[in-house]
């Protein structure tokens, strides 16, 4: 189980297809030195096995299933990855429950400034950011208004959902913490919706219409969650 809380980026530095799979070889000084053949971790949001690391790099194998479905399977040398290892038993949560199942990938429509870049105010350091995301129809109905989404393994609030496009807001240190600075519009973007209210759907009949419904705590208590 993973939280969210993006560790650090790595860097893509090459990709062979081989036997069925593709083999990414990601560059990860202070992570990859952690990791253990057969260790998980999730690589911007998709939970995947460490091969062959060293202190500066870790392999692993991306499935059929994997490229279809993610945005993983777009990605070309250079890219920039984000990484987090598994939350240890008792750790503080820190952003939500990411399993690392993406639920499928997304299109980035926008990613801009608050502050325009013409104004005279405008700091691409310090500037906090507006990111709007196509979310794929299947995961669509798991949108809640200030529920949680994991989109490129980020763990990010929902400001807005209009049906199709959910809006976050995104502050600098996210920004540059993660690979969201390094994505341009139109790139597919991995999203996994908040697998409590997916189970929250799914055993209880609840029904979340496009940005009308808020997910409570006291509605969560009394079914049980």
Known sequence: MFTGIIEQTGTLVSLVDRGGVRRITV?????????????????SGVCLTALDVDPNYFHADLAQETLD????????????????L????????GGHVVQGHVD?????TGLDPLVPRSSLDFDEQTTDWTLKVRVPENVRQWMVHKGSVAVEGISLTIAAFNGEEITIAILPLTYWRTNLHALKV????????????????MNS?????????????????????
């Open 27 to 43: 560059e990860a000084p202070g992570i990859a030195g952690r990791l253990r053949e057969g260790d998980s971790l999730a690589v």
């Open 69 to 84: 479905r993610t945005s993983l399977g777009n990605l070309k040398t250079g890219a920039k990855v984000n990484l987090e």
């Open 104 to 108: 499928g990938a997304g299109v980035m």
């Open 205 to 225: 009949g609840l029904k979340i219409e496009a940005g009308g419904t808020t997910l409570t705590a006291e509605w969560l208590v009394a079914n049980g969650y």
């Open 186 to 201: 139109g790139d597919p973007v991995n999203v996994e919706a908040d697998v409590l209210v997916k189970l929250a759907s």
């Open 86 to 93: 598994p939350t240890a038993a008792g750790s503080p949560l």
